[in-house]
Nanobody, 123 residues
Framework: QVQLVESGGGLVQAGGSLRLTCAAS????????MGWFRRAPGNEREFVAT????????YYEDSVKGRFTVSRDDAKNTVYLQMSSLNPEDTATYYC????????????????WGQGTQVTVSS
């Protein structure tokens, strides 16, 4: 069982930056690939980024490539999403998720989810 708690969301102006943090419980955090997803009002949940167990592999949704960076610190049971050059289209509730072993872009592959943190980007 893994419990996930996101933090770091907020209101930021276009062009600004935020760092989201996802703190995980459990002693087997290093066994999980981690993903970030987001859902804007009226939209489906969409993939943002994922990182493998060792942190050596990471993948991004095309619209965030070069702006967002996912990383993890297994000593702290934490995964981060550094977001820069934010624009209003990035406004959404952001969720972190965990799945055993391998990273995936599909939310259906993830077993554990956090409650989400709201990111609002003003123009």
């Amino acid at each position: 069982q893994v419990q996930l708690v996101e933090s770091g969301g907020g209101l930021v102006q276009a062009g600004g930056s935020l760092r989201l943090t996802c703190a995980a419980s459990g002693r087997t955090f290093s066994s999980y690939a981690m993903g970030w997803f987001r859902r804007a009002p009226g939209n489906e949940r969409e993939f943002v980024a994922t990182i493998g167990r060792t942190g050596a592999s990471s993948y991004y949704e095309d619209s965030v490539k070069g702006r967002f960076t996912v990383s993890r610190d297994d000593a702290k049971n934490t995964v981060y999403l550094q977001m820069s050059s934010l624009n209003p289209e990035d406004t959404a509730t952001y969720y972190c998720a965990a799945r055993a072993f391998y990273p995936s872009r599909s939310p259906h592959d993830y077993t554990f989810w956090g409650q989400g943190t709201q990111v609002t980007v003003s123009s």
